[in-house]
């Protein structure tokens, strides 16, 4: 590493909280797929910022948006209204079949917001007794790091030290229907559930299992939530990551990618009978459906679909998940993924996945590290054929590697 690099992984050290383990390389640019370093080495992304930035770095049409509404107006705050956030409104609407928008910022916030929505609807229109509302999650969750999230975590380093945590949370395994229908009872609202576990390292869930999940949640007038905040807008080559199993969620939750990596933008999506419980003054956020965010997104939907990326991503996908497959290592246990959503799962006595990470750095990839075992692979949408085939070409030379 040069000193400039030192200097700044130093200074952020010095000042910084210590809440993350970064790769060494400190990035300074971004285009499509590619990152460059502050000393001019070119990287191919294959994190893409945990699916946000599933339209390539810096996409043109979405920067153009950007720029062109932040010299019109930024923020309104709820207060009153502007003309970015009807157009929002009807636009995701359209794309995703939904009948009613709330718009958040993060994603944790927009799963805090299903959470409250859910429970008030249990308590107004289900009849569950007030305080009595549960809500079933699965174990190796990941939803977001609030502390009504983290309480019903099950990773230790989440949940240490950050209680007491909220009741009102059952935990069952994930990919399980049995265990979901004897979870369930009266007081049931909801079931809270990724339709892959990504950082738990892209866990798929047997086939058949969200068919049945949607069948026992029908039955139970039970709310199923899906967080898609990873899964979403295309990541897994289907605009849901629900639409494999042909199903319709209750409540949607949306994030990352619907900003294209400029701006933090997220939204519940949801029916009528949840979202229509919330009056004015229960529920809000001051930057929530601002207009710059808005415009943002409304770009960042457009070329997903205007440039094919949905589509990209499940050919490029099954080419990415097909040359892992073909690599022959002693070191990988499993293989697994869904579009563009991918996992090289090592065996334990290959050591930590964080060093074969470092290891791709220095072939000019970018990847990150999971459960001490898993190197999670979620390159942009926008990857082309010729790049994929060069990234398998490094991840097989890693992955066959003798660290010893």
């Known amino acids: 590493m040069s000193?400039?690099?030192?200097?700044?992984?130093?200074?952020?050290?010095?000042?910084?909280?210590?809440?993350?383990?970064?790769?060494?390389?400190?990035?300074?640019r971004g285009e499509g797929v590619w990152?460059?370093?502050?000393?001019?080495?070119?990287?191919?992304?294959?994190?893409?910022?945990y699916s946000a930035v599933s339209q390539g770095h810096c996409h043109p049409k979405i920067l153009a948006a950007m720029v062109e509404q932040a010299h019109r107006l930024t923020l309104t705050s709820r207060a009153f209204h502007n003309d970015q956030l009807a157009l929002f409104y009807e636009e995701i609407a359209?794309?995703?079949?939904?009948?009613?928008?709330?718009?958040?910022?993060?994603?944790?916030?927009?799963v805090e917001s299903a959470i409250k929505s859910v429970r008030k609807w249990g308590y107004e229109v289900k009849g569950v007794p007030d305080g009595a509302a549960e809500i079933i999650v699965c174990a190796n969750n990941f939803h977001g790091r609030t502390l009504g999230i983290v309480g019903f975590s099950t990773d230790p380093e989440t949940r240490t030290h950050f209680g007491p945590f909220a009741p009102g949370f059952k935990i069952i395994p994930f990919g399980d229907a049995a265990a979901l229908e004897e979870a369930i009872t009266p007081n049931t609202v909801a079931f809270l559930v990724e339709p892959i576990q990504g950082e738990a390292g892209v866990v798929i869930p047997p086939a058949g299992y969200f068919t049945k999940v949607r069948e026992l949640c029908t039955a139970n007038?039970?709310?199923?939530?899906?967080?898609?905040?990873?899964?979403?807008?295309?990541?897994?080559?289907?605009?849901?990551?629900?639409?494999?199993e042909g199903i319709e969620a209750d409540v949607t939750l949306l994030g990352k990618a619907l900003s294209g990596g400029f701006y933090p933008v997220s939204a519940v999506l949801s029916n009528n009978d949840?979202?229509?419980?919330?009056?004015?003054?229960?529920?809000g956020s001051t930057f929530g459906g601002n207009p710059l965010a808005c415009a943002v997104a409304r770009a960042a939907m457009r070329v997903l679909v205007e440039e094919g990326m949905i589509e990209n991503a499940a050919r490029q996908g099954a080419r990415f998940l097909e040359g892992l497959k073909d690599i022959r290592a002693n070191t990988i246990r499993e293989?697994?993924?869904r579009g563009l959503m991918l996992a090289v799962e090592l065996h334990?006595?290959?050591?930590?996945?964080?060093?074969?990470?470092e290891a791709l750095q220095g072939k000019?990839?970018?990847?990150?590290?999971?459960?001490?075992?898993?190197?999670?692979?979620?390159?942009p949408l926008v990857i082309t054929s010729d790049q994929v085939d060069w990234a398998l070409e490094r991840l097989a030379t890693t992955l066959t590697q003798d660290f010893s």
């Open 3 to 28: 000193s400039s690099v030192i200097d700044f992984i130093a200074t952020e050290a010095r000042f910084g909280a210590h809440n993350y383990e970064p790769i060494g390389v400190v990035l300074s």
């Open 35 to 49: 990152v460059w370093d502050t000393e001019g080495n070119r990287y191919l992304d294959c994190l893409s910022a």
């Open 94 to 110: 359209a794309l995703t079949g939904s009948h009613k928008v709330l718009p958040m910022n993060s994603g944790a916030e927009a």
């Open 221 to 244: 007038n039970v709310m199923l939530v899906l967080d898609e905040i990873q899964t979403g807008l295309g990541r897994t080559g289907k605009l849901l990551a629900e639409q494999h």
């Open 274 to 283: 949840v979202l229509g419980t919330l009056r004015p003054g229960q529920h």
């Open 335 to 337: 293989v697994r993924g």
């Open 348 to 357: 334990p006595e290959a050591g930590r996945a964080r060093r074969y990470c």
């Open 364 to 379: 000019g990839i970018l990847a990150k590290d999971t459960h001490e075992q898993t190197i999670r692979i979620a390159p």
